[in-house]
Each structure stands twice: as structure tokens, then as C-alpha cells.
């Protein structure tokens, strides 16, 4: 050395640092890394995952679709029962069928059935054509 610089090989003895004072189990010895200092650049061991990934929306598609459908078939049902309900089209229906209405003007039990029997066609026409669309 020439400008008087003790030489780090000689302070280190060629070996770890170890102080004979101090019991073994207190003593360490240097860290060995993978050629990459932790601390600075710490190493991923995740795997990388690219930037734009393809996702298949075909289940989630079909679920939306089933659903949409199930509320149609809902909404027939629903519109069924309010064109049942009102007088003029049930009066329609049942003034051409025998013993649909009782003496004092109310649909009997045979007059409810055809009514019910309607409903159930209007909401499944009702139900097929919106489905159709989808």
C-alpha cells in the first residue's frame, strides 16, 4: 500500500470474523446470498404474470342469459294474470263455455280452471316470444 493503508485481507485474516472472547453459539458467519443483495433488490419469487390476460366471459354470458330468460318467463306470468284479472277478457273467455259461472255471477270452479288454463297459455306465448329475442 502506498499511502499507508493497512490491507483489508490482513484485518480480516482471510477468514470470518470471529471473536474468541465470545461463546460459539454468538458468533456468526457472513451472510451468503444468491449474487443479489436482498435489501436493495429484493428477488421476486412470485411468478411474472403478463400484462393482459385473455378471460372467458362464457359462463358468466350464460348465467346473465338464463337469468334474463327466467324473468321474462316471470313477467309472462305476471302479464298473464293482470289480462285474467280484468272483467272484459274474462268475460270473453268464459261467455262461450256451459257452467263457468255460478247463479250469482261469479266464475265457478270449472270457469276458474279454463281461466287458469289461459293464464298458463298467455304467460308460456308471452314467455316464448320475449325469450325469442335474447
Not at 453459539?25 to 403478463?50: E, H, L, R, Y
Not at 247463479?103 to 293464464?119: E, F, H, I, R
Amino acid at each position: 500500500m502506498a499511502d499507508g493503508a493497512t490491507d483489508l485481507s490482513d484485518l480480516l485474516a482471510a477468514g470470518p470474523v470471529q471473536n474468541p472472547q465470545l461463546p460459539q453459539s454468538t458468533t456468526f458467519s457472513p451472510i451468503v446470498t444468491g449474487g443479489v443483495d436482498p435489501f436493495i433488490s429484493p428477488m421476486n419469487t412470485t411468478p411474472q404474470k403478463p400484462a393482459m390476460q385473455m378471460t372467458n366471459h362464457h359462463q358468466s354470458f350464460n348465467t346473465v342469459c338464463y337469468a334474463v330468460k327466467n324473468l321474462i318467463v316471470y313477467f309472462g306470468f305476471f302479464a298473464a294474470a293482470m289480462i285474467i284479472s280484468l272483467s272484459t277478457p274474462r268475460s270473453l273467455i268464459l261467455q262461450y263455455i256451459p257452467n263457468t259461472y255460478t247463479s250469482g255471477g261469479v266464475p265457478s270452479y270449472m270457469g276458474a280452471a279454463v281461466l287458469a288454463g289461459v293464464a298458463v297459455a298467455i304467460a308460456y306465448v308471452v314467455g316464448t316470444l320475449f325469450s325469442a329475442l335474447l
